[in-house]
């Protein structure tokens, strides 16, 4: 089968810099703890659990050593009760997510009231929410009926959302008729230019594959995407999950993956697939 794979897939800097700081940390320590799951990928995060990264849903379950904050970043109560108890912490927040938290704190302290377009229960989300005071999270249009007409509002986006969601929402805000309205575009390039390439691959292929966690916010967005434009797209996390009734009959498939996923997980899946007789079932 032809197989052709997005040009630009796979891991971001933000998350190949928290693999690597976790991995040196574990050198150094031997074990360490994270906030929650350090990347939204199985495999890897039961490789790094192997090597000692254990990943805790509250500091409480803390007691000493070292924590390390994923590329999501974290709250700021949840940094003071980590330097509260007197543990270490290695800081792998992504520069891009920090930015966004820096900027909401501006906006704020401006005088701004914080719009963030994005998924309230992300974790990066709830990091922005946590790093600064006023900061109101809106998903859908409807959300906007929360905020006063009055108020001034600075505009931002959860990195990973998709630049037509971002621009759609902007637009419903502006149809509002707030008071004064500061748009700063928060989005990740490495984000929008993976979903730029993908929804380019799906037009073009007879069956799309999107690789990555179930609970990756940006690859889900990748799939939902994909879907749009070829039905025929599948989100699945490896290989094993593919079930290969969905290749029958197809001549040329197309492969992309979130920004968690990794290398050996895209080439294992590009390799079987190449090698696959598409005239066969199962
Ligand atoms: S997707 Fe973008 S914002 Fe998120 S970790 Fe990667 S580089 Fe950073």
Not at 240 to 264: H, I, Q
Request: charged share 25%; with cysteine; net charge negative.
């Amino acid at each position: 089968m032809r197989v052709l794979v997005a040009e630009k897939c796979g891991f971001c800097p933000g998350v190949r810099n928290a693999i690597n700081l976790a991995k040196r940390t574990l050198e150094q320590e031997k074990s360490a703890y994270s906030l929650g799951h350090i990347i939204h990928n199985e495999e890897v995060v039961s490789q790094l659990s192997k090597d000692g990264l254990v990943p805790v849903d509250s500091i409480e379950d803390i007691e000493s050593g070292t924590v390390l904050i994923r590329s999501h970043g974290a709250t700021l109560d949840q940094l003071e009760d980590i330097r509260n108890k007197g543990l270490k912490i290695v800081d792998a927040t992504c520069v891009l997510v920090k930015r966004v938290q820096k900027i909401a704190r501006q906006l704020n302290e401006e005088g701004y009231k914080v719009v963030m377009i994005g998924d309230k229960d992300h974790p990066e989300v709830k990091a922005v929410v946590g790093s600064t005071d006023d900061v109101e999270v809106v998903g859908t249009p409807e959300d906007l009926d929360k905020i006063r007409l009055n108020k001034k509002l600075g505009v931002i986006c959860q990195t990973t959302q998709s630049p037509d969601h971002f621009a759609d929402m902007v637009a419903a805000i502006s149809r509002r008729g707030f008071s004064e309205m500061k748009v700063i575009n928060t989005l990740c390039r490495e984000t929008m230019e993976r979903q730029t390439a993908a929804v380019k691959l799906c037009r073009q292929v007879d069956v799309m594959f999107v690789l990555g966690g179930k609970h990756s916010a940006n690859t889900r967005k990748l799939a939902e995407l994909c879907k749009k434009h070829n039905p025929q797209t599948y989100h699945l996390q490896n290989w094993a999950e593919l079930d290969k009734n969905c290749l029958f009959g197809k001549t040329v498939a197309g492969v992309t993956a979130g920004a968690s996923t990794p290398d050996e997980v895209i080439e294992e899946f590009v390799r079987n697939l190449e090698n696959h007789d598409a005239g066969s079932v199962g």
